[in-house]
């Protein structure tokens, strides 16, 4: 059913709330998602959404799961679709798609700006806006008359736009005349200032619904990254509030429900917001949570005396407020034939017995394959990780020389970022800065580490994370690139030494794989434990996510690359790096002896 539709016939009383979610990185999250989607559809959203990746990056998994929510879960399902920078006759074909899948709902979006360089790509020059593929949708007696269209909005300003807010403004009423049917605004954290963005809205004429997004902050390390990324704006006393607890996992899950519900209770007391977009990041406790605490979930917030009476023939036709044995039996039927059966898995496994909150605290790349939420999003569905203009700190790398040097430059902290590492050196990484800087000199590019830790309290103000009262541990790893002479070295070493407490993995853009280690293996490299909890894992490596991180790292060179014509300097040295240099990572079990893995690989830095 179309949105617009659902949204008409929907009761004015009762708030509606929509869950977005993104197509997992590995087929495990992808199984998981699925139940974890069939346990929130029992809380009755309007209508669920599916991100989609840059260019289309995630099309077949956007549309797999769209699928399965629209025609197997009988989800109203919002497809997000992006127009920039795919090839031709690409949206043409996901349309078709969606369509054959019954699904009727498009939310139209930008995408990544097409770069102005890539005149080598392949695009569809008909679309560099989000309008543009609202025209066209709309222009189209083959899909105009099945989708309702969705656009989004930004309260706050576009984060790629150095438009001001009349020009914003101009923007979205251009969408929304060129045949939009509803507005699903980009999240924020300012409610005060979200509404007087919304009533200016109303007063420049736009009347169709407008969904407000809202992220309840998951953890503080995710929360910087999606505000940062996003360009919100967060209000001094929300980040003075985190600041004091950022240590404490927990406190802030517990911090982002509560400021939640206070926003979307702010939002909707007026009566101008009739309800809410939730971005997910396919994690299910907290929007649960917040619904229950708003009293939207669990019960009606809206409870009214019924007149039960003994003729099965209702005294007021068509009335809700009169219950007769013939509807009773009917209603308790529907009730039952309609609920989702979701499988119980046998005791004795517990991440499976609390399959809500297992993966309540993911960790990025490097999380667990296994979730919904493992790998990094932003809110429209793009990857954290990920060249979207090429920094001017960064240089333009002709050898192989210049681009250790930027990597040193990052260790350094004379730049902030590099393509493979959104913010700066961590506290983390300070405390082993040396040894990283001694093998990025040596060409080994170093892109992710952490050094061992043993048993240290959670509150830590380096290392610690999770709730109060518990210990962390870790063992060391270290990731980088770096030519296949070096994997040589790497097995040459392990095999003559005889070591069982080093293990890795190696892989190149081709597809060649090697490893010490076995195919099932899962390796825990990060830690808690926590009273009244079992011990959590937040951080496991293991051959499934070493992959889809290794898919992605190559990916990133890629498109570094696609800044420059063929031919350039800069190009050539981007594609050679990417043809002839392995994704490296090397972890050490010996977590009690902080000097461990450095000792191992002491051969390729002294």
């Known amino acids: 059913m179309k949105?617009?539709?659902?949204?008409?016939?929907?009761?004015?009383?009762?708030?509606?709330?929509t869950f977005e979610f993104f197509p997992p990185r590995t087929d495990q999250g992808f199984d998981n998602l699925l139940t974890r989607i069939s346990r929130l559809s029992t809380l009755d959203p309007i209508a669920i959404s599916v991100t989609w990746g840059a260019g289309g990056s995630t099309k077949d998994?956007?549309?797999?799961?769209?699928?399965?929510?629209?025609?197997?879960?009988?989800?109203?399902?919002?497809?997000?679709?992006?127009?920039?920078?795919?090839?031709?006759?690409?949206?043409?074909?996901?349309?078709?798609?969606?369509?054959?899948?019954?699904?009727?709902?498009?939310?139209?979006?930008?995408?990544?700006?097409?770069?102005?360089?890539?005149?080598?790509?392949?695009?569809?020059?008909?679309?560099?806006?989000?309008?543009?593929?609202?025209?066209?949708?709309?222009?189209?007696?083959?899909?105009?008359?099945?989708?309702?269209?969705?656009?989004?909005?930004?309260?706050?300003?576009?984060?790629?736009?150095?438009?001001?807010?009349?020009?914003?403004?101009?923007?979205?009423?251009?969408?929304?005349?060129?045949?939009?049917?509803?507005?699903?605004?980009?999240?924020?954290?300012?409610?005060?200032?979200f509404l007087r963005w919304l009533e200016r809205i109303r007063r420049q004429g736009i009347s169709v619904p407008i969904i407000p997004g809202v992220m309840p902050i998951q953890t503080y390390s995710s929360f910087l990254r999606v505000v940062s990324l996003c360009g919100i704006q967060v209000p001094p006393s929300i980040m003075a509030d985190l600041e004091s607890i950022r240590h404490d996992d927990q406190l802030v899950k517990d911090y982002g429900v509560r400021l939640a519900v206070d926003i979307i209770l702010k939002i909707t007391g007026n009566g101008g917001v009739r309800g809410v977009h939730f971005c997910t990041l396919n994690l299910e406790k907290s929007v649960q949570l917040v619904l229950e605490r708003l009293r939207w979930v669990g019960g009606s917030p809206n409870m009214r005396n019924k007149l039960i009476a003994d003729?099965?023939?209702?005294?007021?036709?068509?009335?809700?407020?009169?219950?007769?044995?013939?509807?009773?039996?009917?209603?308790?039927?529907t009730a039952l034939t309609s609920k989702t059966t979701v499988e119980v898995e046998p005791p004795g496994r517990g991440e499976l017995n609390n399959a809500a909150t297992w993966d309540d605290f993911p960790n990025g790349r490097f999380g667990d394959y296994k979730s919904p939420a493992f790998g990094v999003q932003d809110q429209w569905g793009g990857l954290a990780l990920s060249v979207h203009a090429v920094h001017p700190d960064w240089g333009h790398p002709t050898s192989m020389e210049e681009l250790t040097d930027l990597f040193l430059r990052y260790l350094d902290s004379e730049v902030t970022s590099t393509p493979f590492s959104s913010s700066p050196l961590s506290?983390?990484?300070?405390?082993?800065?040396?040894?990283?800087?001694?093998?990025?000199?040596?060409?080994?590019?170093?892109?992710?580490?952490?050094?061992?830790?043993?048993?240290?309290?959670?509150?830590?103000?380096?290392?610690?994370?999770?709730?109060?009262?518990?210990?962390?541990?870790?063992?060391?790893?270290?990731?980088?690139?770096?030519?296949?002479?070096?994997?040589?070295?790497?097995?040459?070493?392990?095999?003559?030494?005889?070591?069982?407490?080093?293990?890795?993995?190696?892989?190149?853009?081709?597809?060649?794989?090697?490893?010490?280690?076995?195919?099932?293996?899962?390796?825990?490299?990060?830690?808690?434990?926590?009273?009244?909890?079992?011990?959590v894992q937040t951080t496991i490596i293991e051959r499934e996510s070493?992959?889809?991180?290794?898919?992605?790292?190559?990916?990133?060179?890629?498109?570094?690359?696609?800044?420059?014509?063929?031919?350039?300097?800069?190009?050539?040295?981007?594609?050679?790096?990417?043809?002839?240099?392995?994704?490296?990572?090397?972890?050490?079990?010996?977590?009690?002896?902080?000097?461990?893995?450095?000792?191992?690989?002491?051969?390729f830095y002294s």
């Not at 629209?70 to 920039?84: E, F, P, R, S, V």
């Not at 003729?311 to 039927?333: G, K, R």
């Not at 001694?438 to 994370?465: E, H, Y």
Request: hydrophobic share 40%.
């Open 61 to 193: 998994g956007s549309l797999d799961l769209a699928s399965v929510t629209q025609a197997d879960y009988g989800i109203d399902t919002i497809l997000h679709l992006t127009c920039t920078n795919m090839v031709p006759g690409l949206i043409d074909d996901i349309l078709r798609a969606a369509k054959t899948r019954g699904i009727q709902n498009i939310l139209a979006l930008r995408g990544d700006p097409p770069r102005g360089q890539e005149h080598w790509t392949p695009i569809d020059s008909r679309f560099s806006r989000g309008v543009d593929l609202v025209k066209y949708i709309r222009s189209s007696p083959e899909f105009s008359p099945h989708f309702c269209i969705g656009v989004a909005a930004y309260p706050e300003g576009h984060p790629d736009s150095q438009t001001d807010d009349d020009g914003n403004f101009a923007v979205l009423k251009e969408k929304v005349e060129a045949g939009a049917d509803f507005i699903v605004t980009q999240l924020f954290y300012d409610a005060d200032r």
């Open 427 to 535: 506290a983390e990484s300070q405390t082993i800065l040396h040894q990283l800087k001694a093998l990025t000199r040596k060409g080994l590019w170093t892109v992710c580490s952490q050094p061992a830790v043993d048993t240290l309290p959670s509150t830590d103000d380096i290392f610690g994370w999770g709730p109060r009262g518990g210990y962390v541990s870790q063992k060391a790893f270290i990731e980088f690139f770096a030519t296949e002479e070096v994997v040589d070295e790497i097995e040459k070493k392990i095999r003559s030494s005889g070591t069982r407490s080093v293990h890795f993995f190696a892989a190149n853009l081709q597809g060649d794989f090697r490893s010490n280690v076995q195919e099932d293996a899962r390796n825990a490299v990060t830690w808690g434990v926590f009273p009244g909890k079992e011990i």
């Open 3 to 17: 949105l617009s539709d659902k949204l008409a016939a929907h009761p004015t009383h009762r708030p509606f709330y």
């Open 311 to 333: 003729s099965p023939v209702p005294l007021l036709p068509n009335s809700e407020l009169v219950v007769t044995p013939v509807t009773a039996t009917t209603n308790a039927a």
């Open 546 to 603: 070493f992959l889809a991180w290794k898919e992605e790292a190559f990916s990133i060179w890629a498109e570094w690359a696609s800044f420059y014509p063929p031919g350039s300097s800069q190009r050539t040295i981007l594609d050679e790096v990417r043809r002839t240099r392995w994704s490296i990572n090397v972890l050490h079990h010996d977590f009690k002896n902080p000097g461990a893995l450095w000792d191992f690989l002491a051969d």
